[in-house]
């Protein structure tokens, strides 16, 4: 059974950080790439970082770059997936998914980021 949870969601004024974690479980997560993904009031979910499965290489949508991190740590049959994020801007509130990249159809309930003064 697949299950995706994310934690770690919360308020922060802008110029603040907070960390998040997933952990992936149900499927054979260490054959694919993973990732996070957030969804703003009104707008499309986005992907925001992944992790490469083959080398453990990082990619940022321009936006994130250089305030975040993201990284991963492989166990026996689930994934711990991370998102360190600084230097927080009120355009990062949104509720944050872990998945894989491409996405699969599940998704988890999300973690809600709210940056704000």
């Known amino acids: 059974q697949v299950q995706l949870v994310e934690s770690g969601g919360g308020l922060v004024q802008p110029g603040g950080s907070l960390r998040l974690s997933c952990v992936a479980s149900g499927f054979t997560i260490d054959r694919y790439h993973i990732g996070w993904y957030r969804q703003a009031p009104g707008k499309e979910r986005e992907g925001v970082a992944c992790?490469?499965?083959?080398?453990?290489?990082?990619?940022?949508t321009d936006s994130v770059k250089s305030r975040f991190i993201v990284s991963r740590d492989n166990a026996k049959n689930m994934v711990s997936l991370s998102l360190q994020m600084n230097s927080l801007k009120p355009e990062d509130t949104a509720v944050y998914y872990c998945n894989t990249s491409p996405p699969m159809n599940y998704w988890g309930k999300g973690t809600l980021v709210t940056v704000s003064s």
């Open positions: 992790v490469s499965v083959s080398d453990g290489s990082t990619h940022y």
